[in-house]
C-alpha cells in the first residue's frame, strides 16, 4: 500500500496550487526559495523539490537555473486530491527501490548465469556504446541490460517485480520532468563502465561482487544526478535530494 505520507509532495503541491488560486502569487512572481518554502510548510526540502516538478510539469511555474521558480500561469479552478490519483514516483525514491531489488537479482543470477547468458549481455553492452555514440538519448538497451539480469534467474515473480519498477520509470512525468534539466547525455557512459563491472562478477559466477557491482552501479547514478542538478545561484537548489538516501543492510567496501 503506498501511503499518504508517501505522497506528501502531492500534497504540498496542492497547496501550493491553492495558493496559486487565492491569488498569493501573481504571474511573473518568483516563488521562495526552496528552503524558505519548506520553513512555511514545516516539511523536508526534498518533499518541496518534488512539489515544484510537480508544477513544473502542470504548466503553473518555470524553471531558471542560476535565477529560480517563476509562476507562469495559474490555475482555473480550485485544485483538490482528485486530480492526483494518478501514481508517479519521485525519481530517488524509484532509484532507492531498484537498488534494494536489483542488487538481490544480480546476487542470485551470477549463480545461474550461462555461457549464453554472458555473451548475451556483453551484444546488449556493445548495443549501448553504439546507441550514446550515435547520439540517441533512448534507454532501450540499458533496460534490456537490467531486465535480462532478472531473466538470468528463470523466477517469474523476480522478472515482473523487475518489469513494473521499469514501467514506474518510464511512465514517471517526475523522471521526465528531472531529466529536461539535464540535456547533456556524456554522463550515460558511467553506466556503460558499471554495467562491465556487473557483466565480469557474473561471469566469475561471484554472487557477493555481482550485488556489490550492480548496489554501486545504481549509487552512481544516483550520485550523478545529484551532482548534475547543481545550479549557479545558491539561493535555488534544483530539484534533487541533497543527501543521497542511505539504506543499511550492505557493505560498498
Known sequence: MITEDLRSYKKIGNELKQQLFDGTYKIGD????????????????????????????????????????????????????????????????????????????????????????????????????????????????DEDFHRTIAEITQNEVIIQMQKSLWELRNNSKMWQGLHMHIPDQNYRYLWIKDHENIVLAMQKKDPVLARKAMWQHLENVKQKLFELSDVDDPNFDGYLFNISPVVVGIETE
Open 30 to 141: 518568483k516563488l521562495p526559495t526552496e528552503r524558505d518554502l519548506a520553513e512555511s510548510f514545516n516539511v523536508s526540502r526534498t518533499v518541496i523539490r518534488e512539489a515544484l516538478i510537480m508544477l513544473e510539469i502542470e504548466g503553473f511555474v518555470e524553471v531558471r537555473k542560476g535565477s529560480g521558480v517563476y509562476l507562469i500561469d495559474l490555475p482555473r479552478v480550485a485544485e483538490n486530491d482528485d486530480s492526483m490519483h494518478q501514481i508517479d514516483v519521485g525519481p530517488f525514491e524509484l532509484l532507492q527501490a531498484r537498488q534494494l531489488l536489483e542488487s538481490s537479482i544480480a546476487e542470485f543470477a551470477a549463480i545461474q548465469a550461462t555461457r549464453g547468458d554472458i555473451i548475451k549481455l556483453k551484444e546488449i553492452l556493445l548495443r549501448e556504446k553504439q546507441t550514446l555514440e550515435h547520439g540517441d538519448e533512448d534507454y532501450v538497451a
